[in-house]
């Protein structure tokens, strides 16, 4: 065992992390085990469980201990672990020698090492050698990020088993990617990421701290920063590229960001400058475009320009909506036309901005003054200054296409003695109602990340009442005004949401959702009949059976964004004088096919393999120089 080289810790739990055998009766819990626990994550050591067991029995041991919170991707059940822990492994993206497994049963330690030969092993007679080393260690994860951003992987993973295709679930997590040149203030995190990548460090150069503050000052390198968030919340600092003398001195990730494309993104975005690899890379980069999931129209507006993010200066057609339509824009050639504002995540408090793409924040957003600007702020978390940025008023654009879907689900409130209405959540768990705050705090019931105490919810139920959600009346009304307010030249197209439920999701979120839109739906369709400012993009048009949805009532295959992109693009083609094109059906044929294929294969080509990230991105190259 070398505690020098562990980043995560994975225990067993009968008669290693405690004494006794939980499903024979009582154990006795071992103090200086807890404290361990706690200790290396102090020290930034992840910890895990490979457990033989039933799941609900020892979890709720652990949470009486009061350390459940410090342990990421569980495992525990009563199959053979040595497989358990390679994928384990696997999904925290790590490799195996900066892995210790701890078992009292040495058949299980056995099976451990056959699987994952490079695993480091240990009894719980070794357990004080670990002891010792943190207690000597730098507690240098005071604030536990690194157990948070593992938190952040465990929450997607669960997510991502939910979709057929990556790639579908990749576009639909929002993923943003930041890159910042003013790198002297994250010396210490840039050192530790040059210092510790290994799957993802490209040239494997280290460098002392004092040689890494010189290369950042000197006037011959171009240096900056990476940083990565998406719906799940937000990665930090995860990449680092230098170049001098027009090639990369330095290009490395960290492997909590791998699998989302964030390295080819970065390598494309920089026009693909000479690399020198040196040893194995998880995955390779090649001289192909940018993953097409990545800041697709999106990203918040001070993104420097090289990164490539969409600004409002030359759109001509703005998108309101989730994030779950950046797929249908990434399938329009004249992208650079479109300025998007979905929904995204506040890196500070980690929550998802959700409420400037409802009506009842739309229709007051040219009104409000700075005093109520500044009432709002202070009395909902869920929202930041940024929405108050939104263009759909301040630019003039031919279109704006303006999403309904929120309108069936959010939760509306207004506050006691004022005209300010605010939304948030979902209408069904009203944050005024004593009776669902122990699940909107805790996750059980649907809160867009945010993090609500009893003390925030008790203070917003008494400045604010429950008025539960739109309506077809409310709706119209305030479209109305919206169009009034628009430019006159400037029309607006509604996307209506689908009309029959998804049977793949049955969470109590999505209860009803299909005829909350039917009925919204009618009154927009009445309403728009005579209005020629008025224009519909309506998803039963193209979306018609189970088989067009990914997992929810609003996330659909490639295949139908693709469909909804040309329906756009004929709209827009139909309204103004604007010529604009989809890109070739080809794109969606590939990733059918070869999806195809890996099942027909029986994962012989993995989907999140090298082999096929090189051949996709080659493909997409190709197909765009054949244009």
Wanted: charged residues 25%; contains cysteine.
């Amino acid at each position: 065992m070398d505690p020098g080289n562990i980043k995560l810790v994975i225990w067993d739990l009968d008669n290693t992390f405690w004494s006794g055998t939980i499903s024979e009766g009582s154990v006795q819990s071992n103090p200086d085990h807890i404290k361990l626990v706690r200790s290396l994550t102090d020290c930034g050591i992840i910890n895990s469980i490979c457990s033989k067991n039933t799941f609900e029995i020892a979890a709720d041991k652990l949470k009486e201990l009061e350390v459940y919170d410090y342990f990421v991707f569980p495992s525990i059940d009563w199959t053979s672990k040595g497989q358990r822990i390679r994928n384990l492994i696997q999904d925290m993206s790590l490799r195996a020698e900066n892995v210790l497994f701890i078992d009292d049963e040495i058949t299980n330690v056995e099976e451990a090492k056959h699987y994952s030969p490079q695993i480091m092993v240990a009894s719980p007679g070794d357990i004080h050698e670990l002891i010792e080393f943190a207690a000597v260690s730098e507690k240098k994860d005071l604030q536990h990020k690194r157990l948070t951003q593992y938190k952040l992987l465990e929450k997607k993973g669960a997510e991502q088993k939910k979709y057929d295709k990556n790639d579908d679930f990749l576009y639909a997590s929002n993923i943003k990617v930041d890159i910042v040149e003013d790198c002297i203030s994250e010396l210490e995190r840039i050192h530790e990421l040059i210092s510790r990548s290994n799957q993802l460090n490209y040239t494997k150069k280290r460098v002392s701290k004092d040689e890494l503050k010189q290369l950042l000052g000197s006037k011959d390198a171009r240096c900056s920063y990476v940083s990565v968030n998406d719906k799940f919340g937000n990665y930090g600092i995860v990449g680092f590229y230098a170049i001098l003398k027009g090639e990369l001195e330095h290009f490395t990730f960290s492997c909590r960001v791998m699998g989302l494309g964030v390295e080819q993104y970065v390598y494309s975005k920089l026009n693909c400058p000479p690399l020198t690899v040196v040893g194995d890379v998880a995955v390779n980069v090649i001289s192909a475009a940018a993953p097409l999931w990545i800041n697709t129209g999106n990203a918040p507006e001070n993104i420097a320009a090289e990164t490539g993010n969409l600004t409002a200066g030359n759109a001509k057609f703005l998108f309101k909506s989730a994030c779950d339509f950046s797929q249908t824009i990434a399938y329009i050639k004249n992208g650079n036309w479109f300025h998007c504002e979905f929904d995204y995540v506040n890196t500070a408090r980690e929550n998802v901005i959700e409420g400037h793409n409802h009506s009842v924040f739309i229709v007051g957003l040219k009104d409000f003054s700075a005093a109520v600007r500044k009432e709002m702020l202070d009395d909902c978390v869920f929202y930041d200054s940024e929405i108050f940025a939104g263009s759909i008023f301040s630019r003039k654009y031919d279109i704006v296409f303006l999403s309904t879907l929120p309108e069936s689900y959010a939760g509306i409130y207004k506050k006691k003695n004022s005209d300010i209405k605010v939304s948030v959540g979902s209408y069904l768990f009203p944050l005024t109602d004593k009776r669902y705050w122990a699940g909107l705090i805790g996750g059980k019931y649907y809160s867009a990340s945010n993090k609500f105490t009893v003390e925030y919810l008790k203070e917003f139920t008494e400045k604010y009442e429950f008025q539960g959600k739109t309506t077809p009346e409310d709706y119209c009304r305030r479209i109305g005004k919206i169009l009034n307010d628009l430019d006159q030249n400037t029309k607006l197209c509604l996307i209506l949401g689908v009309e029959f439920p998804c049977e793949k999701n049955t969470d109590p979120f999505y209860k009803d959702r299909h005829i909350s839109h039917a009925q919204l739906n009618k009154a927009i369709r009445e309403m728009a009949h005579n209005n020629p400012r008025l224009l519909l993009l309506d998803l039963n048009h193209t979306v018609k059976s189970q088989n067009d949805f990914t997992y929810n009532l609003n996330e659909f295959t490639s295949r139908v964004n693709y469909d909804l992109s040309k329906k756009v693009i004929s709209i827009i083609n139909e309204s103004v004088d604007t010529k604009i094109e989809s890109y070739s059906s080809l794109f969606v044929f590939f990733d059918e096919v070869l999806n195809a294929a890996r099942k027909f294969a029986k994962n012989l080509i993995p989907r999140d393999s090298a082999i096929y990230d090189n051949f996709k991105l080659a493909y997409y190259k190709l197909s765009r120089k054949s244009k």
